[in-house]
């Protein structure tokens, strides 16, 4: 990956955020992170602190944005981005979609930087192609109680296309399929945290509807990398990463049951409103123009992932049968 001198990372803290601050770094890039903590936590990016080159500053990126020096790469990142934020936060994930998107690619365009967009499969909403390439314009509901991410990121991307043709920026969209891996918060309402959370404490894992619903789920490291290889080439966008390997989402609650040597039991509770019922990328384009496809495999990213929640929780023997 060649070395950006200055990367800017909205929701930093966050998430997928602090992985890419870490990998940055790691490349030899100068980090600045920018978070106003509504779902991002420092804690994520305490390691970095002492790093050279990496500096974390709060700041709401719907109200203003100010870097100074040189830039050459931002990456917007900032949003809630599980269910259980973006319905507790509608106004905030409507603004940082809109508002904040304009600040960033302003601050893109002024520093003659790189921007890449994180966008989301939820744009594809509950989808009636399968699997899903970036040509599908999806099948979205803007007014239910998901449509404030959805609507956001949609809104952002047209927003991204838009200063691509009227200011010529050089700007890409990846949509970032189900990502998961360490620094995730085990309250944030997405599948895997819960089911992990659930099965180490030994409580019932709470499977939506009849489990038949499925997803394609991708390790951290993968989707970072992926990321990064967008930023680093010449495309534009939309470009799909996540995993090709699809799953339901009862096979998954079993999978972390097994893999957390827990004695937790299914229980069945009602869908949420919208719940997509298949989720796979079409990843033709990236694997054919950047060579990108995942490496690590579940049962290596689920190790992982459960090690660093019983490591969060102090705690390595709960839920074991």
Same mark, same amino acid.
């Given at each position: 990956?060649?070395?950006? @001198? ?19 770094? !790691?490349?030899?890039?100068?980090? #600045? ?26 700041? !709401? ?23 259980? !934020? ?13 508002? *904040? ?58 927003? #991204? ?6 200011h010529h920026q050089d700007a890409a969209i990846v949509r970032?399929?189900? =990502? ?80 957390? *040597?827990?004695?937790? =039991? ?16 079409? #990843?033709?384009?990236? %694997? ?11 049962? @290596?990213?689920?190790?992982? %992932?459960? @090690? ?14």
């Amino acid at each position: 990956m060649p070395t950006f @001198q200055h990367a800017v990372v909205t929701g930093g803290a966050g998430f997928l955020g602090s992985h890419l601050c870490e990998r940055l770094l !790691d490349a030899g890039s100068q980090v #600045t992170c920018l978070d106003n903590f509504l779902t991002g936590v420092p804690d994520n990016v305490a390691h970095l602190r002492s790093r050279q080159g990496f500096r974390l500053i709060k700041a !709401d990126v719907t109200e203003f944005i100010h870097v100074p020096g040189a830039v050459d790469l931002v990456l917007h990142f900032a949003s809630p981005a599980s269910p259980a !934020d973006y319905l507790r936060l509608p106004i905030e994930t409507m603004k940082v979609g809109s508002i *904040g998107t304009l600040h960033a690619l302003g601050l893109a365009k002024e520093k003659g930087a790189r921007f890449v967009l994180a966008s989301t499969s939820e744009a594809y909403g509950d989808p009636q192609v399968h699997p899903q390439p970036e040509d599908y314009w999806g099948h979205v509901n803007p007014v239910g109680p998901r449509g404030v991410y959805d609507e956001a990121k949609r809104f952002a991307e047209a927003l #991204t296309m838009a200063y691509r043709t009227a200011h010529h920026q050089d700007a890409a969209i990846v949509r970032i399929f189900n =990502t998961y891996g360490p620094r995730m918060r085990a309250d944030d309402g997405r599948a895997i945290p819960t089911f992990i959370n659930q099965a180490l404490r030994g409580q019932p894992v709470t499977v939506a509807g009849d489990g038949s619903q499925t997803r394609s789920v991708c390790f951290v490291d993968d989707t970072i990398r992926g990321v990064l290889a967008v930023a680093a080439s010449d495309l534009s966008g939309p470009v799909n990463i996540g995993s090709p390997d699809e799953m339901t989402v009862l096979e998954l609650a079993n999978s972390i049951i097994a893999a957390a *040597g827990s004695a937790s =039991t299914i229980e069945f509770v009602p869908r949420p409103t919208d719940d997509p019922m298949v989720r796979r990328p079409d #990843t033709t384009l990236v %694997t054919r123009e950047l060579g990108w496809a995942p490496a690590v495999d579940l049962a @290596q990213g689920l190790a992982i %992932t459960i @090690q660093a929640f019983r490591d969060a929780s102090g705690n390595n023997a709960e839920g074991r049968a």
